[in-house]
């Protein structure tokens, strides 16, 4: 029988490159949870191998449908439960706060629960279960309070928007699930983590996107920001699945939790000139500021120090920073030149 390993949230960034890692790397089958009107470009190139029942399969569920989750569960009863699936969008929270909270910490109890009755039924069944939180749960942390090494797992929370408090209740209901049921289940904090198929709502990606349409002649040459000087530390979406494969393979630990992130650090306005740098029309982009890119908080020093998840496994990030915006401007270049339409969120 092949190893099932089951990702919610697999037509997402992050859930799609968990799902070519895992296609590579090993000989499992891939149970993808999608809603069914999930938007499918992130797995456009899978979709023949679905059709085909070919290791790939996509199940159709919804964090807010309990019976949904427990139908997927005890069917399929994966080995390895990556919990990828949230409203991940900071921006979006501040104007869907309730929705935000029903579907990251709810959504995150449902699928839990689902688990623990799954386990109940069958005394055999013991997946391994990595809930991803953020390190958005550490939220705007003053200079001054900051350890001199970056944020470790002991810093105190201070969500600075609904999705941060969101992602505190991910963080807590996982620690609850592994504590209370014995199951075992570790929970992340990755912090900015981009590269291709990123969500143009995120400042590297809208960037990457702005400039891609100014180069085809879609916008004028001036790019929209927000807070430029937000300082982040940047990692490759490639190296956070690696990350996440290990967690879950190598002497999984029930109910730890860890920091996970890159080593590049800057500002978010020499994320933006970096990628301008990267465009033949440099010279004549412009820069403005849009108030409505503007957080009413802005979570502005993420900065993690990596060392606890480091020591337990041996995770090192391999893919530097220009690459990963290189291959970041690139992708939307190709979706640009595909006469895909955007709004120029």
Known sequence: MATKALITGITGMVGS??????LEETDWEIYGVCRWRSPLDNVDHLL?????????????????????????VSEIKPEYIFHLAAQSYPQTSFTAPIDTLNTNILGTCRLLEAVHVAMK???KYKPVIHVCASSEVFGKIPADKKPEDGINEDCPFHPASPYAISKVGTDLVGR??????????????M???????RGDVFHES???KQIAMIEAGMLPPVVKV???KSLRTYADVRDAVRAYYILVTKNPVAGEYYNIGGRYTCEVGDTLEALINMSPMKDQIKVEEDPERLRPIDADLQVPDCRKFTAHTGWEPVIPFEQTMEDLLNYWRDRVKGGHEFLTR
């Open 17 to 22: 490159h968990l799902a070519d890692f895992l």
């Open 48 to 72: 023949e191998r679905v059709n085909r029942k070919d290791r790939v399969f996509f199940e159709y569920a919804d964090l807010n449908d309990q019976m949904s989750l427990y139908r997927v």
């Open 121 to 123: 039924a069958d005394d």
């Open 176 to 189: 609850y699930y592994a504590e209370a049921f014995g199951m075992v289940v570790m929970t992340t904090r």
């Open 191 to 197: 912090f900015t983590h981009t590269g291709p198929r």
């Open 206 to 208: 809208t960037f990457a």
């Open 226 to 228: 927000g807070n430029l």
